[in-house]
């Protein structure tokens, strides 16, 4: 019981005051979705994306990595699209997003090194693929049903990072190699379901409730990566002997 509440005291220690306001920005983000109109969001949600980005660069000062501050701000630009007109600004959508996930998976690479073979046909890797082929196969199927086949293309880009970010941070988890890879885990399992729901809010259903679980998981994936590159550090490259890359 007394470690129990050391533990809480401690990390109320650590809280500051710019983390309050990143939680407020956030909360505001959900609330907005059901009291403004959706262009209206472009005003609100971006901003607790660009705390991030100030707050990941208080935590690493000098040593910050442009990939992550580059993939953010493509993420913001995305969302304004986004917000504005997803259908109309389709293609700025995508590729703003293919930026996004093309910096999170440069930003993983130095994390991820050769594990076992057997490590790579377990059952959970299986599972994995079986999930993600299956939001791919959503997302795919929606799309081609509403939207004209010219955009198909940029689509078909934007599902391909998204598989090479998904490959990534599920084989980074799997090898095991750092303590903290279920935060990684947790990042990557928020950013599929934004994923899933997106075409869902966007083509067949728009609802606000869809909206606001879209922005939760867009937001603990960004945090939670944030998490995991400043409080881990990938093993020199002379300590790996095989890498994938």
């Given at each position: ?36 109109d959706k262009q209206q969001l472009i005003y609100v949600v971006p901003l607790s994306i660009l705390l991030v980005i100030i ?191």
């Open positions: 019981m007394f470690e129990k509440e050391l533990i809480n005291v401690r990390f109320f220690k650590k809280l500051t005051l710019f983390d309050i306001v990143l939680f407020f920005a956030f909360i505001a983000s959900i609330f907005s979705c059901y009291i403004l707050k990941y660069i208080s935590i690493t000062k000098k040593n910050a990595n442009p990939l992550y501050i580059s993939g953010l701000l493509a993420l913001i630009i995305s969302n304004c699209f986004a917000f504005y007109g997803f259908m109309e600004y389709f293609i700025w959508v995508t590729l703003f997003n293919s930026i996004y996930l093309v910096c999170c998976s440069l930003l993983l690479k130095p994390y991820l090194f050769k594990s076992r073979l057997k490590s790579l046909i377990s059952l959970s890797v299986l599972l994995a693929f079986l999930l993600v082929a299956y939001v791919i196969f959503i997302i795919v199927e929606v799309l081609i049903s509403h939207i004209p086949n010219y955009l198909l293309y940029f689509a078909f880009i934007n599902a391909m990072c998204f598989i090479i970010y998904s490959i990534l941070f599920a084989l980074i988890y799997i090898n095991d190699h750092y303590k903290n890879g279920s935060i990684l885990l947790g990042s990557g399992l928020f950013s599929i379901v934004q994923t899933t729901l997106t075409p869902i809010n966007e083509f067949l259903y728009y609802n606000d409730t869809f909206t606001a679980s879209i922005i939760f998981s867009q937001f603990l994936s960004v945090i939670l990566l944030l998490v995991f590159i400043t409080k881990t550090k990938a093993e020199d490259a002379a300590k790996i002997s095989n890498k994938y890359f």
